[in-house]
């Protein structure tokens, strides 16, 4: 459950997933993408080529799909939120869009080469979502899992963070190791890495990038503006262009084969 300070009831999990992402127009614009060197890295080290295929499982609107597109001929997209698939095939025509999520993927046993899950396994049922991600990968094929967290050990940022109310209100913990979760399941070869990544913006950008956090976006209006007046304290203070640090977490893992 999602702890409100407020005295309002819980959200689940569940719940704050589906109604915190319903604007995928705002999370399109506002979030970032993946840092490259990360990306080749995964490719490189789960052995896959431009002919490989691959799914980006639980896609959003489609910001990692992008970029699988350019390094894949062939990418499905498999994502739960009607809102955010709609953007998601309106931008970008020439993936496979599915309605799918964790413990649903509408794919045959055996057939793609790696599943990408971006900024979404922990919404996941862990592990009901691995068994299920094993099934359509190929003997051997890999996990590849992606996390963009902001760089608290920025001061401004750390700032921030407290005025959003990240610290009491967190839908995941940043520093979670999810290598013994996976190594738990039917997967080997689990290996966690560091990326640096940054987002430019401006005020208007950083705002709406605070907006898109997920217990924010569902927030009673009063509780949301109390937040984005402190978010503003920090923010206005802020020279333009603004570039927002990230440390990008990202798992490698292959499944076991047999």
């Given amino acids: 459950m999602n702890e409100d300070p407020s005295g309002a009831a819980p959200i689940s999990g569940d719940e704050l997933g589906r109604r915190g992402f ?3 127009e705002r ?28 799914v980006d499982l639980g896609a959003g609107t489609g910001i990692l799909t992008r970029q699988l597109h350019d390094r894949f001929s062939e990418v499905a ?24 999520r964790d413990t649903a993927i509408p794919l045959p046993d055996d057939s793609v080469d790696a599943v990408f899950v ?9 592990p009901r979502a691995l068994a299920e991600i094993y099934r359509v990968l190929v003997p051997g094929g890999g996990l590849a899992l992606l996390w963009n967290n902001r760089d608290e050990s920025v001061e401004w940022v750390a700032a921030l963070g407290k005025a959003m109310r990240w610290h009491v209100r967190q839908p995941y913990r940043a520093s979670t190791d999810y290598s013994a ?13 560091q990326f640096a990544h940054q987002q430019v913006l401006d005020r208007r950008g950083l705002y709406q990038r605070v907006l898109t956090v997920s217990y924010i976006s569902v927030m009673e209006e009063r509780e949301r503006n ?5 978010v503003a304290a920090v923010v206005e203070e802020l020279p333009e262009p603004i570039t927002l ?5 990202v798992y490698r893992a292959s499944a076991i084969r047999g």
């Fill in 22 to 24: 319903s604007d995928g």
């Fill in 27 to 54: 999370y399109q614009a506002a979030r970032p993408d993946y840092p490259a060197d990360g990306l080749d890295y995964l490719v490189r080290s789960l052995g896959l080529s431009g002919a490989s295929r691959v």
């Fill in 77 to 100: 997209a498999v994502e739960p939120s009607a809102g955010m698939r709609s953007v998601l095939a309106a931008s970008l025509s020439a993936v496979t869009v599915m309605d799918g």
């Fill in 118 to 126: 971006a900024q979404a396994f922990h919404w996941f049922d862990a």
């Fill in 181 to 193: 979760v996976l190594a738990a399941g039917p997967f080997t070869d689990v290996a966690r890495r």
């Fill in 226 to 230: 109390r937040v984005m007046a402190d």
């Fill in 245 to 249: 640090p990230y440390v990008t977490e």
